[in-house]
């Protein structure tokens, strides 16, 4: 599998109740475009912190 560079990333929710949002990806002049849930939201968001944790602590590990 082959990693690609995202140049841009963005969600717009389409309803409120349930709640649901497009995500669009950028990458390399190809769009891609998902449907996200909340409960896949969440995941989405505990992924990007757990990663986010990650690289803060490898920076304040090199102090």
């Known amino acids: 599998m082959s990693a690609h560079k995202i140049a ?3 969600v717009t929710t ?3 109740e349930p709640l649901r949002g497009i995500v ?3 990458m390399a002049g190809t769009r891609l475009r998902f449907e996200l849930d909340e409960d896949l939201a969440h995941s989405l968001c505990n992924d990007l912190d757990n990663f986010l944790s990650k690289a803060r602590q ?3 590990d090199k102090i």
Do not use: G, K, L
């Open 58 to 60: 490898r920076a304040f």
């Open 14 to 16: 389409n309803c409120a």
């Open 24 to 26: 669009e990806i950028d």
């Open 8 to 10: 841009a990333f963005s």
